[in-house]
């Protein structure tokens, strides 16, 4: 029996048939995978010492392991998987690592910067079901970079939350808050991820976004960013998040009134970004 064989069949016991099937194909793949490559040993040894210290940087505040995934398309391969678009619900993209689970309540229409640095933003929306019912009361959780590219948890001396919000829909499934204009950013590029980038000539930069949670009884929760259309680095997304369906426009306006009434004495900028739920 040759070497693959032999590593397959010794996992022909495993009591979970999907176990089985997932060890036999990555057996498979491995194998070939050094078959094609053919590594010298000094470079198995340093592939080994790259993940080493992969995993030596993942622990609950840091997950190199996922930022692996993320710059190797993995992250965004899995969702394709398991959100595939169906013409109708919004798609969804990566979750990133700033996500933060007990952000600060907000009402409709609130400022939720915080105090963050940038220019005044109003994004408004609704929710709604794939058969296009508003969802009033769905919750939608936002979290964004300042005008500097840094989320809050970035700061080490901040002890507030800015630029991130739990809100829900109105009885409409309308949603409406203010916020700075994202702005682009680069991931973590300080470990083993960022020197794979460095040695592949590839960038550390993501194109300006704004994340929404958003999750409503019976619906699947959708993980996803708008992106504004301007934005650099739309089509060099380090993490290969962007679906085009989620472009949209940011437009600046000059000092004036604003979509809710209110007189804004700097430029800022609108968009609206309509969110569809998949049923679960
Ligand atoms: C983010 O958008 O927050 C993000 C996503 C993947 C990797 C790093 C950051
Ligand atoms: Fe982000």
């Not at 029996?1 to 990555?26: H, N, T, W």
């Not at 991931?187 to 409503?216: N, Q, Y």
């Not at 993980?223 to 679906?243: E, K, M, N, R, W």
């Amino acid at each position: 029996m040759s070497l693959v064989e032999q590593v397959v069949a010794s996992f022909a016991g495993a009591k979970d048939p999907r176990l089985r099937e997932i060890a036999e194909s990555l057996v498979r793949h491995l194998h070939a995978f050094l078959a094609d490559v053919r590594p010298t040993e000094g470079e198995w040894a340093a592939a080994v010492d790259f993940l080493t210290r992969t995993g030596r940087l993942s622990d609950e505040k840091r997950q190199e392991f996922v930022l692996l995934s993320d710059v190797l398309g993995a992250s965004m391969a899995v969702i394709g998987l398991n959100h595939p678009a169906d013409g109708v619900a919004t798609e969804s993209t990566v979750l990133g690592p700033f996500f933060v689970e007990d952000a600060p309540e907000y009402a409709m229409g609130d400022d939720i910067s915080a105090g963050a640095p940038g220019t005044p933003c109003h994004l408004r929306g609704t929710v709604h079901s794939a058969a296009g019912a508003p969802l009033p009361g769905a919750l939608l959780e936002i979290w964004q970079s300042d005008e500097d590219g840094r989320y809050d948890v970035q700061y080490p001396d901040l002890e507030t939350m800015r630029g991130r919000a739990r809100l829900h829909a109105d009885a409409e499934g309308r949603y409406a808050f203010w916020t700075v204009h994202p702005e682009p950013y680069p991931i973590p590029a300080d470990g083993p991820v960022g020197e794979l980038l460095a040695a592949a000539g590839r960038g550390p930069m993501r194109p300006a976004h704004v994340h929404f949670k958003v999750s409503a009884p019976g619906h699947r929760t959708l993980i996803t960013h708008v992106f504004p259309a301007d934005s650099p680095h739309l089509d060099s997304d380090a993490v290969f998040g962007v679906q085009r369906s989620l472009i949209i426009d940011f437009p600046r306006h000059e000092p004036g009134p604003a979509p809710d009434g209110r007189e804004v004495d700097t430029p800022f900028h609108t968009a609206e970004f309509d969110i569809v739920l998949a049923a679960e």
